[in-house]
């Protein structure tokens, strides 16, 4: 509509037959709400869960002994202390970028909230990255301050003559602080630095869309991005954490965040916790599967957030020296696709339920949760269960087909995941003095967001993702699931691996070339008889043509199949492939 | 914090200890997040709804017979028809208000949907109004259109001639529309302005700030006023209802919403179910306790929403005749204090969890829930359930006290609750051509709405309402309570019934009048027995002087002491007063 009427013409015109004219009177400004302007903040989150839910708890691990505890009342008086401590001792000022190097802890807790609402950047430092990454990142992020845990002094020390813009360094905890010794940055004890501060604080009422947290992805090409969240996106992720549909927590709940507080922002967790008084236990640096089992056995907390791997370390851990973990009533799983073996598993020999969710660094990361539909039985629940989920009303979500069009939600029609919405990116930090950025690849021209992510949608909207959009391969207009060829694949007894990537084709664009690695008992398989076994399970036009058996597929540090090496094999003519 | 930093001069000032001056160089925009601006709008949660959740339920009661029933899916379909009829047949442009003058039924949530999501503003007319009201506010907002039930039009039709902004009166479901003969405004059938048009509808992208729907509170004293929602407010109150912590709906609920649509928009379930996809149970015209006991017992709802009043005459009807209410998982109650026998006797009786709310149309209408903290035994529970509850963290509280300063938090200083928040009213519409309304004693001057509601706040953050505030004795700097004195008259056994309320007294400003109605059989029981009885209970200061014995107390029409009556008979002498 481009229409708009003065309200006068509506007050005074009962007979508007003149519509069309009314088109053109574009004067009168648009009837605005008689509601508060109040702006959604993290400091408004903070006050809250340091007032009403003051008596809630954050318990830190500490693995011998008595395990740290505070509550969010504490918690509050120390970020207003902290927040101080920033301003008036270190200089820093609304806009600058205060840097954390911590595990999942109490203190981390603290600068959370004191530095966003301050009016600074929280940016989380990914201590699991290369130094020569760190160091681009700080210098990109230009971080005058960074706080780290005394038992990370030994990763952060040899850095720091690369930190260049780094001012003052704030250690957290015990720690050998002789490693510090001689450097440029000033040293700062954070109990020194809090101590005898006023714990209240006049945090300002700042525009809701400004930064709050920083955190940067690691591509595998390229420099890292840095996601810039906003107060307002972070608080509305937090209320949508809390919702019945995705997490659901109250403060009868207890939350266990294995997911690290460097990972984007602990799923949301911390800001979540403090909007309803839900118990936080933290579990420090101490993420091995004993220690784990340790702390849900004591602490007995209600749910937990972690990615499958640690999943799976604990299941191990478990069935090696049982302890009682059923006090979970959920446990979120993420970061990537979850076994339904292990799912099933916590299920029936722990009691526990596990709820598959989707998300990115550049979703904040809430993307889509797998609760299946009300009214199915245990069995009829698990495709929904194993899939990616629903969106929440603010994940708009849409899949770009290869032909340029919009697939439909049919469960078959696969086009990359582009998502929309006041929690998604729709742009990268350009650093101090650039613009934004916004990669064609990573954002479209009307601004929604790439996941890069392959997969299909069913008509009740639930996201099953497949491939990785650079995994695709593009034949002639349609796209063949490199995935999808590989389960195939290793379905025959005589495959023990297989990966299938796109390689050029003159007259389709790109077709699939099939690499595998025979088990040793695999006798004398040929690549017609596998062609033969592939053509009976997918479309004919699917069935690569080129073929190689190689003696083992790349993979990458964490294990996943290294697709680019192989794509760089092929062009470099390492591989020796047989065209059918 | 005054200070802002350029970009520039973060990245290379290493050392700055000119922080000082830095604070002068305010030029730099401040830093804004990386996220997409992407507005929270009605048209969001019904293109949500209406895709995602296609297939969850909407079922109307039709008293006999089949209910009436019809998808999210249908319903999006629908509200895109409404929105096209609207427009293209009506000239409804952005801002018009349409008006509803309907039960709780299918069509009036496609009215919900249609009307915000096009631009227009959704005005809700309350049917129990008396007609001079409604005619004024009709005229007030300047509706151009008026949706209206069938089973309504014998109360509309007499009115239309004194509607003078009114262009088209569109009848839902059948009706005699005879009445509507000769009438001024065109007349429409809903279906067969619907029949044919296009089932989808580019919903306009909004500013959220704007005006979606408006709702008019009647006052006991002056014109009704008007409070315009904005589609943000709307959009984050709906994220609130579904928070586990409030009424926690998912997609396994069916909610029944008894609370009519047009009263604060049903406490914002129309909106909240579309985002989640919980079913709806729509009594209609139905909400009498025989029907709406059918219902429960027929459609299995687990939530439901509903004053007081409706709740305790189904408990009598279903005394009277049993049925099965257990599929209620929990039923949410406000609008005014709940009885707590009340309470207890749907939990015992039919294992129903009775949950109290606070709000008022100027809080959207969620101010507060009262949920129990976690970890307390049944009994310990009631104290907190009772209780008006604990604010979400987008309300934010605070207690006027008389002396002009904040009350504390400590569970005993009262003091006239103040909220502020992104779902509460900064002021009412002040008609097409007016300035918003910010009456003195509904906002103060720093924009906080004053709710006219005395009461306590305890250190957790439990809201206990005591008196409206004009109905407060303010007596010399402290504030009298004129529900616990009236409590603790009432208390003696030859009192019937016992008023307060505040006159004027020279040296302390307002002093307390009580009241007495007497029991039948009281024999001589005196004003000195009376007052000796008050000063063991009470403090001294707070007993009052004058005293007056009365026939009955007079009442509203709802049956609430009316102290505006008392107080206009004290003025005009009327009683007999003795002042000991």
Redesign the interface.
């Known amino acids: 509509?481009d229409?708009?009427?003065t309200?006068?013409s509506?007050?005074t015109h009962?007979?508007?037959?003149d519509?069309p004219c009314?088109?053109a009177l574009r004067e009168?400004p648009?009837?605005?709400?008689?509601?508060?302007?109040?702006p959604?903040l993290v400091s408004?989150?903070l006050?809250?869960?340091s007032?009403?839910?003051?008596?809630s708890r954050i318990t830190t691990w500490t693995g011998e002994g008595e395990p740290r505890r505070q509550t969010f009342g504490e918690t509050g008086e120390r970020a207003a202390q902290l927040a101080h401590a920033l301003?008036d001792e270190l200089?820093v000022?609304?806009?600058?970028?205060v840097a954390t190097l911590m595990w999942n802890n109490a203190e981390h807790v603290e600068a959370y909230f004191a530095i966003p609402s301050?009016?600074s950047?929280l940016h989380t430092l990914n201590l699991r990255l290369p130094s020569d990454q760190l160091v681009w990142i700080v210098g990109h992020a230009?971080d005058?301050v960074i706080l780290v845990d005394g038992s990370l002094l030994p990763l952060l020390a040899p850095l720091l003559p690369r930190l260049?813009?780094?001012?003052h360094v704030v250690v957290v905890g015990a720690g050998d602080t002789s490693v510090l010794e001689g450097c440029r940055p000033a040293v700062h004890d954070y109990e020194s630095l809090l101590r005898g501060r006023p714990t209240v604080y006049d945090w300002?009422e700042?525009?809701e869309?400004?930064?709050?947290a920083m955190c940067y992805t690691s591509g595998t090409t390229g420099d890292p991005k840095?996601?810039?969240?906003?107060h307002?996106?972070m608080y509305?992720h937090?209320?949508?954490v809390?919702?019945?549909?995705s997490m659901?927590?109250?403060?009868?709940d207890t939350t266990l965040p294995v997911v690290p507080m460097f990972h984007v922002n602990a799923w949301g967790l911390p800001h979540a916790t403090?909007?309803?008084?839900v118990n936080m236990l933290l579990p420090d640096r101490f993420l091995q599967p004993g220690p784990l089992a340790e702390m849900i056995d004591a602490e007995r907390p209600t749910h937990a957030a972690a990615v499958p791997t640690i999943w799976q370390g604990l299941l191990a851990e478990l069935a090696e020296k049982p302890r009682d973990i059923s006090c979970l009533r959920s446990v979120t799983i993420g970061g990537s696709a979850c076994p339904p073996a292990m799912m099933r598993a916590f299920e029936e020999e722990h009691g526990v339920r596990v709820c598959h969710a989707w998300g990115m660094t550049e979703t904040s990361p809430l993307g889509s949760f797998a609760?299946p539909?009300?009214?199915l039985s245990p069995e009829e629940e698990w495709p929904y269960r194993i899939s990616q989920g629903?969106?929440?009303?603010?994940v708009?979500a849409r899949l770009a087909a290869p032909d340029g069009t919009f697939a439909p939600?049919d469960g078959e029609s696969p086009g990359e995941l582009e998502v929309?919405?006041?929690?998604?990116?729709?742009?990268?930090?350009g650093g101090?003095?650039e613009e934004?950025l916004k990669p064609e690849d990573k954002f479209s021209p009307d601004?929604w967001?790439r996941t890069g992510d392959v997969g299909v949608i069913t008509?009740?909207?639930y996201l099953t993702l497949t491939d990785r959009a650079k995994d695709v391969i593009k034949s002639g207009g349609e796209w063949i699931s490199s995935v999808e060829l590989e389960n195939a694949l290793m379905a025959h007894e005589a495959v023990a691996e297989a990966a299938v990537v796109a390689v050029p084709d003159e007259k389709w664009g790109e077709r699939p070339l099939a690499t595998v690695v025979l088990k040793e008992d695999a006798g004398d398989v040929g690549y017609d008889e596998l062609r033969a076994f592939l053509a009976e399970r997918i479309a004919r036009w699917q069935v690569p043509e080129r073929w190689t058996i190689i003696p083992a597929v790349p993979k990458t540090s964490v294990g996943k199949f290294d697709k680019k090496v192989l794509r760089g094999q092929y062009a470099a003519g390492e591989l020796d492939v047989t065209r059918l």
């Open positions: 509509m229409a708009v009427v309200y006068q509506v007050r009962n007979q508007r037959h519509y009314v088109t009168a648009p009837m605005l709400s008689t509601m508060q302007d109040v959604l408004r989150i006050r809250h869960g007032t009403v839910h003051a008596a301003r200089g000022v609304e806009d600058d970028r301050m009016g950047v230009a005058r260049e813009t780094v001012e300002p700042l525009d869309r400004r930064a709050a840095g996601v810039l969240f906003s307002r996106s509305l937090s209320m949508q809390n919702m019945a549909q659901g927590l109250t403060d009868a403090f909007m309803t008084g609760h539909p009300a009214g629903r969106f929440p009303a603010s708009e939600w929309r919405g006041p929690w998604i990116a729709a742009a990268y930090y101090a003095t934004p601004g967001l008509p009740d909207g």
